[in-house]
């Protein structure tokens, strides 16, 4: 019953902070001029308000310190015993969204150079091992179990990292990042719920909350009509470090705390758009482009250019995400090896990229090679413009 008044509350509460602050957020955004400004790797062709992302780490600070009040003064026992054992933790995953909300406010409003982020986020990441929160098991997967301190502690920081960027850079049309975060959410949080892990249900549903709000308006507002808004980097550098926390988390108490096979279905969640920065850095590196060069290579690039529209995309994407946890889920019910099940998700995902090669190629025959250097800015040497649809 707990679970339930839990879920609802923090989500509904979450959401109508989120209806409230986001148009508020908005009209600021129109009076000062606050725009993301159109260019040739963006697909918006007008200036679009660009700091919605303002309102996510407030609201779920809120809406959980106000859940987790309340349930302690009302004599809820599993706060009582282990809000000692969560104190640590959750005071420095605070200390590292607070230090990325900044930096990201700071990047969206006057700009941040990319190895000045990438150090704050290196920083935010070394918070982990503080509080012992690293993965020291991976539970079978490659037949691999315990792992010692000297790798367990730089894999950790490492997929902070890789998380972090992974959810920032997918960031590239309308409802992408915040539905594929929202699809992480709900997931997790249902784990959560099955195990009474009351507190990551407030986290996850708070955040599902106020990302659900923000989502109509990104998806749904209109520009003109001045009811259109981005996430910015401080929404998603937010949404990209907050989901390490619980991914890392749920994965270190894989079968004590959480249903087990939490390391496979956990990432499956955000396999979509890790596995985008594996293509896409590997892609410029073959190609010899720099590795942190914002370019037109993104899976949803990739599907705009077979011919679906944004809207089409979007779809397509959320439902392949959804298909990876129903991967996972399946293959740990059914008692399967990890690797094995992690290898499936790894097939579907070339087969995926093998057939959106296969119809940008049939839509755009000869010029294929062409556009990929019109994607990258370079064609023998000189920038050219990029192609107008």
């Known amino acids: 019953m707990y679970t339930i008044i839990t879920i609802t509350t923090t989500f509904l509460l979450s959401f109508a902070l989120g209806i409230w602050a986001i148009p508020n957020i908005i009209k600021v955004s129109l009076k000062k001029s606050l725009f993301d400004m159109p260019d040739s790797r963006k697909i918006h062709k007008v200036p ?6 303002m309102a996510f780490f407030p609201i779920i600070l809120m ?3 106000l859940t987790m009040a309340c349930s302690y003064l009302v004599g809820f026992w599993f706060l009582r015993e282990n809000i000692l054992v969560l104190f640590t933790r959750y005071l420095l995953l605070i200390t590292g969204l607070t230090l990325l909300y900044l930096v990201g406010l700071m990047d969206d409003l006057v700009g941040v150079n990319y190895k000045k982020k990438f150090l704050a986020q290196i920083v935010c990441a070394s918070l982990f091992p503080l509080s012992n929160l690293v993965i020291n098991n991976l539970w079978g997967l490659f037949g691999i179990h315990h792992l010692s301190p000297w790798i367990s502690i730089p894999l950790t920081m490492f997929l902070v990292v890789y998380i972090t960027n992974a959810i920032n850079l997918i960031d590239g049309i309308d409802g992408l990042s915040s539905g594929l975060t929202c699809i992480s959410l709900f997931a997790l949080g249902c784990a959560s719920a099955i195990k009474h892990q009351y507190v990551f249900e407030m986290i996850c549903f708070a955040a599902l909350g106020v990302l659900v709000a923000f989502w109509y308006f990104n998806v749904y507002g209109k520009a003109d009509k001045g009811t259109k808004v981005f996430m910015g980097d401080t929404g998603s ?3 990209g470090y907050l989901l390490s926390f619980l991914l890392i988390y749920m994965t270190k108490e894989s079968t004590h705390l959480f249903p087990r096979g939490m390391i496979l279905i956990a990432f499956s969640t955000v396999l979509l758009p890790m596995m985008d920065i594996v293509r896409v850095v590997f892609s410029r590196f073959r190609r010899r482009d720099p590795l942190f060069l914002p370019d037109k290579n993104h899976i ?3 599907l705009l250019r077979t011919g679906l529209r944004i809207r089409g995309v979007l779809i397509v994407l959320l439902c392949l995400s959804a298909v990876y946890i129903a991967i996972a889920i399946g293959g740990v019910l059914v008692g399967l090896n990890y690797t094995l099940i992690f290898c499936i998700e790894i097939v579907l995902w070339v087969i995926v990229q093998c057939t959106i090669n296969h119809f940008i190629h049939k839509r755009e025959g000869d010029k294929t090679k ?15 413009p990029e192609k107008k649809e």
């Open 237 to 239: 550098l937010t949404l």
């Open 300 to 302: 949803h690039h990739k």
């Open 63 to 65: 809406v959980v310190c």
């Open 48 to 53: 679009i308000p660009r700091l919605g992302g």
């Open 370 to 384: 062409e556009i990929d250097q019109i994607a990258f800015g370079h064609v023998k040497g000189f920038i050219v």
